[in-house]
């Protein structure tokens, strides 16, 4: 069969690219990361106006300096519209809290960022014991989502023992959603690095979730024809008229429309998401369309070579099938009985 080009025997190649952009995306990420006051505690005031010059943030820092305060980091950015101020710090007390309240709102009246304290739209405060816990809810459902996930993929292809082990392909379905997100995050990453009110926070987590959500539906696909092409040639594989990289190869070109149309309709969505999006459903937009393209190259040219490989390759040998017990016993008594006869009739003879 020909195809426009090979996937199973270029699979060095598409596997390099596939730790290139990881290794990439994991430098810039923690190069550049920044982590919400929701995971690290702090406060944050949203005030009435629009803008607020860049020289503010440098007015806040210097005064809660003279204050004696250590440890803390001051960003700027727009949330619903209207400015926002971000301070990052450990809040352990009530006073702390006051006092930072009266530091920042005396710094923004004396810079006539504000006319009076009315205009200050929110004030919020997240303590340190609450961003640890949403720290560790935020890693729990990564860690479990895959978990699952892969759990399900054990399950749900239990019938292709034969071809290729269930648990090899839960552990290839893992792998393929860590590409998934990771990518993105490297994204978010440069992002961060562009931006710097861009920050870690829980929408970004929210998106990596539903990367993977999606991202697994696209690798089912693939795998479910893989399963079809393997019991619809089962003969000709044993008899050697077809080796197995052409049915892992038939089966992405099979699917190859349906993955890349599903994918580039949700990646327009999301583009329009973007676009038309503001604040947080803005990131949510910019985290998943990279998803979406992550997703659709490491089904197709991660998860099917790498099941290839690991399942042995060429050299993989069917499993013989476990036959039934009462079949066995005919069987048994078949060879029994036949056995009988033939002395039977020997005994005759003589």
Do not use: C
């Amino acid at each position: 069969m020909n195809y426009p080009f090979a996937i199973i025997k270029r699979w060095k190649l598409w596997l390099l690219i596939a730790g290139l952009l990881s290794a990439g995306s994991i430098a810039m990420f923690f190069w550049t990361v920044r982590y919400s006051i929701q995971f690290t505690g702090g406060m944050e005031f949203v005030v009435s106006t629009k803008d607020v010059q860049p020289s503010v943030q440098q007015d806040i820092e210097g005064a809660l300096s003279q204050a004696w305060y250590k440890d803390f980091s001051v960003w700027l950015w727009s949330k619903d519209g209207y400015a926002s101020i971000l301070i990052q710090t450990d809040v352990d007390s009530n006073e702390v809290v006051e006092q930072i309240a009266k530091t920042v709102t005396s710094t923004l009246l004396t810079k006539q960022v504000i006319p009076n304290v009315d205009a200050i739209l929110e004030q919020s405060v997240i303590g340190p014991s609450v961003g640890d816990y949403i720290t560790k809810s935020a890693q729990k459902a990564l860690i479990w989502g895959m978990v699952f996930m892969g759990a399900y993929i054990l399950f749900a292809f239990a019938g292709m023992r034969d071809f290729v082990s269930p648990g090899l392909l839960g552990l290839i379905t893992v792998l393929t959603m860590i590409f998934d997100i990771i990518v993105p995050s490297g994204a978010y990453g440069v992002l961060m690095g562009v931006n710097q009110a861009v920050q870690v926070d829980m929408i970004f987590i929210v998106g990596l979730l539903t990367i993977m959500g999606y991202s697994i539906n696209d690798t089912i696909i693939i795998l479910d024809r893989v399963r079809e092409n393997f019991f619809l040639h089962e003969g000709q594989l044993s008899k050697g008229k077809i080796s197995r990289a052409d049915i892992f190869e038939m089966s992405v070109w099979q699917t190859m429309r349906r993955s890349i149309g599903t994918s580039m309709t949700t990646f327009l969505v999301v583009i329009i998401m973007y676009v038309f999006g503001t604040g947080v459903l803005k990131m949510f937009a910019f985290t998943l369309a990279f998803g979406v393209l992550s997703w659709s190259y490491s089904s197709i040219f991660v998860a099917i070579p790498l099941t290839y490989l690991w399942s042995g390759g060429e050299k993989a040998k069917l499993r013989e099938k476990t036959k039934d017990p009462t079949e066995s016993h005919r069987e048994h008594m078949t060879h029994a009985q036949a056995s009988a006869h033939s002395t039977h009739s020997q005994k005759k003879r003589k």
